[in-house]
Each structure stands twice: as C-alpha cells, then as structure tokens.
C-alpha cells in the first residue's frame, strides 16, 4: 500500500493498481478457458464459474494513463477486463407445453417438446473504461446447448424459439425441440441444462476481438409415461 510523506495510509500507488489488474486479467483469462472446457464436458452445472474481474480489482480505484504516454495495458487486456465485468444474463431453459398446465404436470415420453433459453439475445452495446482505455463492447447469443438430463443434447441457434399458444397439438419445434424416450418418474426429474455462448466483441481505438463466454442455467423436469399422448 501506498503512504504519504507523513506515513499515512493513502492506498495503493498506480503500479500497484496496475499490476493487480494484469494479475486479474491473467486469472480471468486462465479460469474462462478451464471453464469453457469443463461445460463442454457434459456436467456444465457442477462447473465453477471464473471470478469476476470486478471483484478482485474492486477496491483498486480507477487508473488513468498519462496523457500522450505510452497505454497500461493491451487493448485485448482492457478488453477482457471489460468483458469480465459485463453482467450476462442467466437464460433459463424453459420446455413447451408447459408441464405445469397438464392434469399430469410433467412432460409425457414420445411427445414433441419445445426448447429454449427464456430471455434477452444481445447485451449491448456498452461501454467500460479500463486503465484509461475506453472499450466498447456488444455481445450477441450464438448458440445455446441443451442437455436434456437423459444424457442427450441439443443445439439450437440463439436461444430457441418460444413455445406460443394457440400452437396444434404434437406440432414440433421448427428449430429446437426433443422427445424424450425415458421417463424420469418414479425416480425424480431430469435436470435440463442451458448453456447459451455469448459472442462478446469489444473494441479499444479501432481494434477489437470477440471472447466467447458460456452462462449456465438449470431446471428441473418431470417426465412420465402417459401412452395416450405418444405420438
């Protein structure tokens, strides 16, 4: 920590500022990787999401580089700073018909589902400012994983379409839909698994990257025999 002249505490010195942000950027970036790995992996919710970098610089204050001298950091360090302090959304994985509407409140094996992650599809664009670099940042939903809970998976652009009513009855998905071929009951519920990708683009002074970042979310569902809805 930094001291005045008359050995007060004045916080930390620039350098210190700094250094502990290239420290935060070096974990970030070590701990997206590993995570981006272990969901891919087949368990995503048991993963451990990276810190944010929000959390572990927080209490640093706002560094300011010397005008007309040489930048702190990299614009792809300030940019996945920046990156690791937008807030994502959690879009949670959501099945049509709902569940919950049939007598049986539970989704029936052999019958065609909708699937998709209920919520926003770009974020953006904001900006941050990061060791006296103005980012800018845009991030769209690429893709979203489903891992229906029976060991199975689906892909689907974006977040999927939404179930609507007035939907005939057994249509399926035009884009992302399953059936299930178990049940769950007696036993319990699957777990329904959302991964969404968020392709996130920064931009510091014209030059700019995408870092994409995956948001788990989980549901439970219900899944039964009910033969006279098999198709």
Known sequence: MGRDSGGGDTGPTPE?????????????????NSYRDCVAGGKAEACSAPAEVARLTGSLGTITATPGGPPLMSPGQAGAIAVARLQLPLNAPTIGPDPDVNKW?????????????EGPERVGPVSDSVAGLSVSLDAQLTKTVFQMGDGKTVTCT?????????VKAATPSPDCGYRYEKPSLPKGNYTVTAIAYWAVTWNVNGTSGVITVPRVATAPLPVGEVQVLVR
Not at 19 to 24: K, L, P, V
Not at 158 to 166: A, D, E, F, Q, S
């Open 16 to 32: 210190q500022q700094l250094a502990a942000y290239r420290r935060a950027w070096k974990a970030y970036d070590t701990q997206l």
């Open 105 to 117: 409140k539970m989704a029936a094996v052999g019958y065609p589902l909708w699937v998709w992650a």
């Open 158 to 166: 974006g977040g999927g379409t939404p179930y609507r009513k007035g």
